[in-house]
């Protein structure tokens, strides 16, 4: 999938790792839609900016109508505080399965035509390393990343015939305020250099999109998928950072 003269669209690209990639794929030669619950928060000279929320069924038609040139649809925005399982607020969980989940759903779903229209394109989904670990004080959004993961692989099946190239991003602690902030808080001892650099990511993720990888994994997602096949009791983030 060549970028340069393609148009993307972004979700969630006021801040983190969303902002990144809208700046990096305009800076590849790509017309950029980029969109967020705020649209006035959205800081990136160059692009169309879009009002999309991807659990509001109407403002996820509204921009599939507006944006109906898009060939590369990158799915980024998501809530990524859910807490725990078993004893946290099912609020919080519900809205964490709710954007990693239905959020990419209703976005895949109503762009699907729209990018059979534009010759097939690229669907780009950004999953984390927790999809195939978990993580202490957060598993609720780890189980709704592993969802979003069988999401992933069910539609690049399903759109596979319409020349639809399905990419996941699967990456580790990324620099990005909620990240920080988290990591801070679980009083994490990480090393220098521990977290990606969110334009190296999106580096990483585009080169990959453009190559026509279908999964693109930084040194986090490498070291969790070799766990997948170690006995589940191993199935935690902790001890990948180092
Ligand atoms: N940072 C990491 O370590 C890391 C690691 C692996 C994967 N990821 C994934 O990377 C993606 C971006 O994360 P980030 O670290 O950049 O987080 P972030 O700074 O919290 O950004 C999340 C973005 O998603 C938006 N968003 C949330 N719910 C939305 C909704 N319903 N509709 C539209 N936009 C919505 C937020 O908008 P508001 O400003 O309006 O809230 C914000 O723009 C997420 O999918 C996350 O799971 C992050």
Known sequence: MRLHGSTALVTGSNRGIGHAFATELLRRGAKVYATARRPELVDVPGAEVLRLDITDPASVQAAAEVAGDVDVLINNAAS???????????????????????????????????????????????LSAVAWATVEGNT?????????????NGIRLELA??????????????????????????????????????????ALALDGLEAGEVEVLDRYGLGTKKLLSGPPQVFDLAGIAG
């Open 80 to 126: 990524t505080a859910g807490g725990n399982l078993v004893d946290g607020d099912l609020r919080a969980i519900r809205e964490v399965v709710d954007s990693n989940f239905y959020g990419t759903l209703a976005m895949v779903r109503a762009f699907a035509p729209v990018l059979a229209r534009n010759g097939g394109g690229a669907v780009l989904n950004v």
């Open 161 to 202: 015939a319409q020349g639809t190239q399905v990419t996941a991003l699967v990456p580790g602690m990324t620099a990005t305020e909620p990240m920080k902030a988290f990591a801070a808080e679980a009083g994490l001892d990480l090393p220098e250099g521990a977290m990606n650099d969110p334009a190296d990511l999106v």
């Open 140 to 152: 609720a959004y780890a189980a709704a990343k592993s969802a979003q993961w069988g999401l992933t």
